[in-house]
């Protein structure tokens, strides 16, 4: 079982590859993981565990059996691609807009081991927007008509929403900061290379207050009334 998880013995070996790339070979008292980056590291162990172990690292639960006698495995792995991308902008607001660390967690540890480098990442977008929107001098009122609830950011970040099932307490952008700060520490350790949403151009209507002479284009999507 996992009790035997120091079987495996890991090699980081950076080279001038531009694709991640490992080994795995069987030496009688270790299974020795040779790979290009942390990820392929990973990737190969999963690789033996999942072809030889009958093991499984999976969304429903986890199944990890490493046996005394290590069965007999060898194996090599040149990705084709430098990028194994992950998550769709809109994952955001399907499935991930409420897990804590604990969830996100299992996701990067199943990332890891299915080769992923490249997540997206929605994280604290919403919140280092309403930082801005504040310093640049709007009321927290003016704010709160803006941002969408959690499940609806997607939608808030592509400019077809605003201020449905709003509006957020200061508690939950404090929460979302501390959270991404736990990811993107997680994924620098891992060597991934995690895509982050820029500021888009949309604002809040009230932004006219203290820009009048600004032009902005109203937008309206799936006929939700004017003021969403």
Same mark, same amino acid.
């Given at each position: 079982?996992?009790?035997?998880?120091?079987?495996?013995?890991?090699?980081?070996?950076?080279?001038?590859?531009?694709?991640?790339?490992?080994?795995?070979?069987?030496?009688?008292?270790?299974?020795?993981?040779?790979?290009?980056?942390?990820?392929?590291?990973?990737?190969?162990?999963?690789?033996?565990?999942?072809?030889?172990?009958?093991?499984?690292?999976?969304?429903?639960?986890?199944r990890i059996e490493i046996p005394e006698i290590?069965?007999?495995?060898?194996?090599?792995?040149?990705?084709?691609?430098?990028?194994?991308?992950? #998550?769709?902008?809109?994952?955001?607001?399907?499935?991930?807009? %409420?897990?804590?660390?604990?969830?996100?967690?299992?996701?990067?540890?199943?990332?890891?081991?299915?080769?992923?480098?490249?997540?997206?990442?929605?994280?604290?977008?919403?919140?280092?927007?309403?930082?801005?929107?504040?310093?640049?001098?709007?009321?927290?009122?003016?704010?709160?008509?803006?941002?969408?609830?959690?499940?609806? %950011?997607?939608?808030?970040?592509?400019?077809?929403?605003?201020?449905?099932?709003?509006?957020?307490?200061?508690? #939950? #952008?404090?929460?979302?900061?501390?959270?991404?700060?736990?990811?993107?520490?997680?994924?620098?350790?891992?060597?991934?290379?995690?895509?982050?949403?820029? #500021?888009?151009?949309?604002?809040?209507?009230?932004?006219?207050?203290?820009?009048?002479?600004?032009?902005?284009?109203?937008?309206?999507?799936?006929?939700?009334?004017?003021?969403?």
């Amino acid at each position: 079982g996992k009790e035997n998880a120091g079987k495996i013995e890991f090699n980081l070996v950076k080279n001038n590859l531009k694709t991640d790339a490992f080994s795995v070979k069987n030496n009688g008292d270790k299974i020795v993981v040779t790979a290009n980056s942390e990820v392929a590291l990973c990737r190969g162990a999963y690789d033996y565990l999942f072809n030889a172990c009958e093991s499984i690292v999976s969304w429903s639960g986890n199944r990890i059996e490493i046996p005394e006698i290590l069965p007999d495995y060898t194996n090599k792995i040149e990705s084709p691609y430098q990028y194994h991308y992950y #998550f769709n902008v809109v994952t955001h607001g399907y499935t991930t807009p %409420f897990w804590d660390w604990d969830r996100w967690e299992k996701e990067i540890d199943w990332m890891a081991v299915h080769g992923i480098n490249m997540p997206m990442i929605g994280g604290a977008h919403e919140a280092i927007l309403n930082r801005v929107f504040r310093k640049l001098g709007l009321t927290k009122d003016e704010i709160d008509k803006y941002f969408t609830g959690p499940a609806h %950011f997607p939608w808030n970040r592509m400019g077809n929403m605003t201020g449905w099932d709003g509006p957020l307490p200061q508690s #939950f #952008f404090e929460k979302q900061i501390s959270l991404n700060h736990k990811i993107l520490s997680r994924l620098k350790e891992l060597g991934m290379n995690p895509v982050i949403p820029a #500021f888009a151009g949309f604002v809040p209507n009230d932004i006219t207050r203290l820009f009048p002479n600004e032009k902005l284009r109203d937008l309206s999507w799936g006929g939700f009334e004017k003021k969403y």
